[in-house]
Nanobody
Framework: QVQLVESGGGLVQPGGSLRLSCAAS????????MYWYRQAPGKEREWVAR???????NNADAVKGRFTISRDNAKNTVYLQMNSLISEDTAVYYC?????????WGQGTQVTVSS
């Protein structure tokens, strides 16, 4: 079992920045790739970014050039640095990890971009 706790969400003005964190505990030795997803009101959950255990990253087209995913293996934490935020980024953001026993999800953190 892996437990994930996200933090760092909140209200930010358009053009602003936020940094999300997701701390993992439990069977962390089995964690491979780590992800960020988001779900906006009335929409399906969508993939945002991925980072492998080796540190390779991929971002969705909607956030390329604005969001950066990173991980600190010593702290068992994955981050999402979000810059140049726009109203369309408003969503609940979830982290997820892949392990040999399957995918685990965090509870989500709300990000609201509004003036």
């Amino acid at each position: 079992q892996v437990q994930l706790v996200e933090s760092g969400g909140g209200l930010v003005q358009p053009g602003g920045s936020l940094r999300l964190s997701c701390a993992a505990s439990g069977s962390i030795a089995s964690i491979a790739a780590m992800y960020w997803y988001r779900q906006a009101p009335g929409k399906e959950r969508e993939w945002v970014a991925r980072i492998t255990s080796a540190g390779s990253t991929n971002n969705a087209d909607a956030v390329k050039g604005r969001f950066t995913i990173s991980r600190d293996n010593a702290k068992n934490t994955v981050y999402l640095q979000m810059n140049s935020l726009i109203s369309e980024d408003t969503a609940v953001y979830y982290c997820a990890v892949d392990t040999v026993k399957g995918r685990y999800w965090g509870q989500g953190t709300q990000v609201t971009v509004s003036s």
